[in-house]
């Protein structure tokens, strides 16, 4: 079945950059995308970005351009995102989630276990 | 960039009861782009909707989804304890997606 494993609890100073990491098994990793999610303590769901891991094709949410960077590695089957320059306000936690279909682009329905990122 | 706005924020109702959440768009949109998620604390969310009616596996059938334009929603009949969670609304079409602020229903 499909199952995602994402990287685990990062502290951070403000100003610095994290990476979180999300190995997927149990389907073709280059089949479907992948949505990045974010959601800060006691907040709601943030939609960061997406990213096609056969071509590398990405689409970021205006807000987080210029400071997340998506990549996927097919050797892998595994999915990163940057954030750079971070600030109390990323303070959250970050998930990964695969597309429903094929054919979905942006509609998470698979998703991992969370990524806790503390900036503090 | 479409701003999606759930009503009311929260919902206290008690088991056998029916809940009616809804979800308003800033413009219209199509319908098949939307889908509604539910979250239990400490959970990752749960695809409940796609589509704007269509159930994900192994959702139960008192879930169901309606709506076209601007005006979606998540129906839930005849209320069960394990039902307690946020429910979000999502919207994608092309990207970027966006997620409605969250409704919390309360059992």
């Known amino acids: 079945q499909v199952h995602l494993v994402q990287s685990g609890l990062d502290l951070k100073w403000p100003g610095a950059s994290v990476t979180i990491s999300c190995r997927a098994s149990g389907y073709i990793f280059s089949a479907f995308g992948l949505n990045w999610v974010r959601q800060a303590p006691g907040g709601g769901l943030e939609w960061m970005g997406w990213i096609s891991p056969s071509n590398g094709r990405t689409g970021v949410a205006q807000k987080f351009q210029g400071k997340v960077t998506l990549t996927a590695d097919k050797s892998t089957s595994t999915a990163y995102m940057e954030v750079r320059s971070l600030v109390s306000d990323d303070t959250a936690v970050y998930y990964c989630?695969?597309?429903?279909?094929?054919?979905?682009?942006?509609?998470?329905?698979?998703w991992g276990q969370g990524s806790q990122v503390s900036v503090s | 960039e479409i701003v999606l706005t759930q009503s009311p924020g929260t919902l206290s109702l008690s088991p056998g009861e029916r809940a009616i959440l809804t979800c308003r768009a800033s413009r219209p949109v199509p319908g098949n782009s939307f889908a509604w998620y539910q979250q239990k604390p400490g959970q990752a969310p749960r695809l409940l909707i796609y589509g704007t009616s269509s159930r994900a596996t192994g959702i139960p059938a008192r879930f169901s989804g309606s709506g076209s334009g601007t005006d979606f929603t998540l129906t839930i009949a005849s209320l069960e304890p394990e039902d307690s969670a946020v429910y979000f609304c999502?919207?994608?079409?092309?990207?970027?997606?966006?997620f409605g602020q969250g409704t919390k229903l309360e059992i």
């Open positions: 999502l919207h994608c079409v092309g990207l970027p997606c966006t």
């Open positions: 989630a695969r597309d429903f279909a094929q054919s979905s682009v942006g509609l998470p329905a698979y």
